[in-house]
């Protein structure tokens, strides 16, 4: 029993210096980092200073192109978005951000199912870009809401760079150009016509992400932020009725809505797409010049 | 509650040290510690599951009683089987042979439905019902006594490093355990926090992360190329190895460290060098189970060539339904019960003429059993496309794009230096067992720090590229 007990703690002391060796190791990566993922979420959350932010899902970056947006409209922009996110990982950026200024406006793509819809139960994939900065004050609250363990395995510095070691380490040998003031373009084109029916349907709203939501109107309004919904062209969609709660929350909140979701001027070319759900660079130049005017007449 | 879950990592050292705190010689508190954290563990699945577990426990506890008393004990047995299984076929199978039995009929022109069942299954139903069964039938063969201690009995069913996936027990190897006295072997303990540590790799490290890759390329395959479904289903077969034979080595592992040794799961399954040969390697409890109970009782080889392959396709049959209610898991039962015919027809079988390769020539030898091994490896991954389908029509429709080569998009594969060391370890562990004697098995090397090291570098690789949201092991649902 002794020996088991004095070889377990010996283990735990070792595993415990590796650990904080990985701190101090991420910690250098991450301010180091040239260029990626890793580096766009630090800049987001301590360097922004543009006038525009784009926040949202993989639509959002896929087919928002920063630079358009700024030649045309005379503001500097950035694209916050993130694949495979939406509200929760939105809200977490917000707050993280807006500790050190505030943007004048925010051009949010709505995905319903990462916005408001009860889709899954476990939220912890939106946590994934929040992850290095879980300890920022706001950020945190996300966390503990989410799951109440969450904040003691944050304690461990292996698993706060979970997954993103390698990221980190390229990120600081290389400088991946293909993120371009956050807007990552697909240049791939749709091989196979899809199903039609593309996208599954949800009926109810998850509680949590629509507190989240909410809070992103209501950090908004504090912060003075104008805030605009929009939604971009699904391929070969018709109307839905999944946009209703947004809409709802627009027309009480005085929000501009721009829906382009069923636009046929570009969800009918299967060119701008890559996927159902996606537009390449193709679509997402046409799309983005073709929202130039609303954007205007919104901002103004 | 599953072992890669936080919340288990939180508890396991607090059952760990009040179990081995109570005094070997209290063996019965010990015994009813175990059974208290199994049904709780149980419980938190979902507290109703826990009726189903005790119902059948009881059930066949005094079934096995009447069985030994009874005078005509094989209808007996019968009945007690029979109705062990009601739950089994309802909660699992009702709906299926519902909507089959409903096609069937409209395909007659005729109409008749009953309505569906909208339930959650009990977790493990299918690994708990198997092991009473089995007990019974072992009771039945007098191969075991009727159990008289019903706690002990109850810890048999419901012990819950195996309750919810196995490995599937036999009366004569645990019970006798559950009575004995059990005290702190340094040495079997350490062995279990190896096979615990090697299993958590397993499952959520390798078999998680290509969960990844495969889950988006099979819920999406119409818009993937034949090349990336051939990776994804090459991804599978590795993943669900890692993912069963991880979760069985840590109900082992876990066992281990509370006295017990449960059987082996899993020989290096893709090293087998025909499907028949795979069968004695892959889930061996389950193999055991069905050929103890099923084959044998259906005369086995014991009979005519053409009686013994029809007893081979019933047994496999059962195995694929075992696995799920779906006509995917049937096909994919009934392909490796036609792939081990053919074998025993050509004589390719382990026990047949061209079984071993008899030459010489050692190169020649080893060239025909890595050959043999590859010919399986394929065999068994085009299998598995029909395990891991939800219909019989995107099953062959994922096949044909693979055959046809097909275009569309390619997924690449995300963090591949750390994928690569991941099989460069499983690879290595696997063919160091097989071939080597073991080794290179760096958690038993005669030096600590390499001991050690590997210990610290499998620990880092969990924690650093582990998916670890607790997603579900991929057997917990049969």
Redesign the interface.
Known sequence: ?K??IINLSI?FV??IA?DVCFGFISNYLIKHAAGGEIQKTEYICNGTSEDLLIMGSSRAVRHYDPKIISDSLGVSCYNCAYIGCGCITAYGLLQALTSHYSPKYILYEVTPEFDYLKVEE?Y??YLGPLKLYSSVRGVDSIFSSIDP?EKY?MN?N??R???K??QLVAENITKQNFISNGYLPEC?L???E??DEVTKRYNCNDDYKVKCFNNIIQLCKRDKIKLVFIVSPLYNAEKSSEFDYCKELAHKYNIPFINHFNDSTINRNKDYF??PVHMNVIGANAYTKNIIPELRAVFN | MVFNS??FW?IYPILFIIY?VIPAKLKNVGNCYLLIISYLLYMNWKPTFAIVLLSISLLTFLGGKFIEKSSVPKWTCFLVVGIALLPLLCFKYYNFLNSSFSDLLTMLNLKFNLPGLNYAIPVGISFFTFQAVGYVFDVYHKRVAAEKNFLDYLLFISFFPQVTSGPISKASELLPQIKGTRS?D?NQ??EGLQLLLWGMFLKVAVADRLGIYVDTVYS?Y??Y?GSTCFTASVFYTIQIYCDFSGYSLMAIGISKTLGFNLVDNFRRPYLATSITDFWKRWHISLTRWLTTHVYINLGGNRCSKVRQYLNIMITFLISGLWHGANWTFVIWGGIHGLFQIIEKILGLDPKGKYGVCTTSNRFLSAFVVVMRIMVTFTLVSFAWIFFRMDSVHNAMDYIYKIISCS???SQGIR?L??MMTMFVMLIGSDLSAEFLNGRFNFFNNKYKIVR?GA??FT??LI????V??ASQFIYVSF
């Open positions: 029993m020996k088991f283990f070792v595993l590796v476990d912890s994939k363990m395995k461990s292996m698993y760079i979970n997954s070691l390698l791939r749709m091989a196979t899809p199903d890559y996927d | 936080f919340n939180l081995w702190f340094y303990i350490k999406n119409i818009y190329s275009d569309g998009q963090f230096p750390i050690w210990y610290i620990f880092m924690i650093l590229y582990g670890l949201d």
